[in-house]
């Protein structure tokens, strides 16, 4: 069966500081993935998404980046944070399932506080 | 621009008391509107995709029902392990496919 990794589960940081948050997909190959952003008191905010090796889409400008090295890893990178980008950060991976039952699979989550 | 609201913010039932949550859509053809249930301090848990007016899901006590405008997510005889915040998204058939434009969500509290 799929499943999804994604590490750590808390993570506080100072401002300034650099950030690299991991996410891993097993049970599947060549998956759609992404990188959502949870912040307090808003819906969750699509960063970034890659349909394949090498290959990222920006969905918000911001100073977050993500490189997609292998087929089924996805890291989303900061060299300098921010206080704003605080907020429960997701990785997501579709599953296009059969006939009707497309969906979005999310990892566990990872809590980002900058101080 | 695509937007989902959902109502109410905050909803508290007795255990068995059956309510609805609301959320309603605007967007440039719909491709899928998808129901989620989230933990606190946990990733979303995919409950339901529903793809065009009229349609209908269901598991356990849950059922999701779609319209051209809105969908409801209809709890029947509630127990205090729904509770949780439940998420409605929209993805458009137009434009960029892979984007899911989410709602704030409905935080659902069921008393024993």
């Known amino acids: 069966s799929q499943t999804i990794h994604q590490w750590p589960a808390t993570l506080v940081q100072p401002v300034g500081s650099p950030l690299s948050l991991e996410c891993t997909v097993e049970?599947?190959?060549?998956?759609?993935l992404y990188w959502y952003r949870q912040a307090a008191g808003r819906g969750l905010q699509l960063l970034f998404y890659?349909?394949?090796?090498g290959q990222i889409s920006s969905e918000v400008p911001q100073n977050l980046s993500a490189s997609r090295p292998q087929d089924r890893q996805f890291i989303l990178s900061s060299k300098k944070l921010l206080l704003s980008d605080s907020g429960f950060y997701l990785c997501a991976w579709r599953w296009w399932g059969a006939g009707t039952n497309e969906k979005l699979f999310f990892g566990s989550g990872t809590q980002l506080s900058v101080l | 621009e695509d937007q989902v609201t959902q109502s109410p913010e905050a909803l508290r039932l007795q255990e068995g008391e059956s309510s609805s949550l609301n959320c309603s859509y605007t967007v440039s053809g719909l491709r899928g509107l998808f129901w989620y249930r989230q933990d606190p301090g946990k990733g979303p848990e995919f409950l339901f995709t529903l793809y065009s007016a009229g349609e209908e899901k269901e598991k356990e006590r849950l059922k999701a029902t779609l319209t051209k405008k809105e969908s409801f997510l209809h709890i029947t005889a509630p127990k205090p392990e729904d509770s949780a915040t439940y998420l409605c998204?929209?993805?458009?058939?137009?434009?960029?496919?892979?984007?899911?434009?989410f709602g704030k969500g409905t935080k659902l509290t069921v008393n024993p």
């Open positions: 998204a929209v993805q458009a058939a137009q434009g960029g496919s892979e984007k899911l434009v």
């Open positions: 049970g599947t190959s060549n998956p759609n």
């Open positions: 890659s349909v394949g090796i």
